[in-house]
């Protein structure tokens, strides 16, 4: 199998930034956003997807929202583009997480159709923090570059952080699961 590996580099007005994404990695990362929120968030994503991510960011800008939007559409482009044409894929993962008293769902497939159905009401827990918008602006955005069918909903809880942590860790899971290469069974025989 040839190696899924990806790097995107992408230069706009309001930040440099640059993403080096294995998807057949063991959950380590180097991420350097210059948002420790979203650092944060990025490190959970590839330790419970078991991705290698490495993030990079010069932002000319201080709004975490434009900053979270710019990685996720380099996260989304470097998926896609690690995937390759996308054979023998399982496209479809799903994953219950859950983070204290707080319980994500997210279920995703590798379609090749962008939608997200995102429903996630949490508050910001703290001004270091971002809130459900800037979030969804996230998920929405890989969710258009990697050509995701992408529903993620918060169960219940909605304290700020641990509720993006489940968040998080729930949609890197499903999409580890749908990114997977699928093995056939054949009555009884090993394929």
Not at 49 to 78: I, S, W
Not at 153 to 164: I, K, S, T, V
Request: net charge neutral; proline share 4%; charged share 30%.
């Amino acid at each position: 199998m040839d190696e899924r590996k990806a790097c995107i580099i992408r230069t706009t007005e309001r930040a440099e930034v640059k993403v080096v994404l294995n998807i057949d990695g063991k959950g380590d990362s180097a991420v350097e956003t210059g948002f420790p929120f979203l650092d944060h968030m990025l490190t959970l994503f590839a330790r419970h997807g078991a991705f290698d991510l490495e993030v990079q960011c010069k932002a000319n800008e201080a709004d975490p929202r434009f900053l979270m939007e710019d990685v996720a559409v380099c996260l989304g482009l470097a998926l896609d583009k690690a995937l390759g044409d996308k054979k023998g894929l399982r496209r479809a993962g799903h994953s219950y997480t859950p983070v204290d008293e707080h319980l994500a769902r997210a279920v995703v497939e590798v379609s090749g159709r962008p939608c997200l159905v995102y429903r996630v009401r949490a508050a910001a827990s703290s001004p270091a923090s971002a809130d459900s918008g800037a979030v969804e602006r996230f998920w929405r955005a890989l969710a258009t570059q990697a050509r995701l069918n992408l529903h993620i909903e918060l169960l219940y809880g909605d304290a700020g952080l641990p509720a993006f942590e489940a968040v998080f860790k729930a949609a890197a899971r499903a999409l580890s699961d749908a990114c997977r290469i699928r093995v056939r069974e054949f009555r009884g025989q090993a394929p």
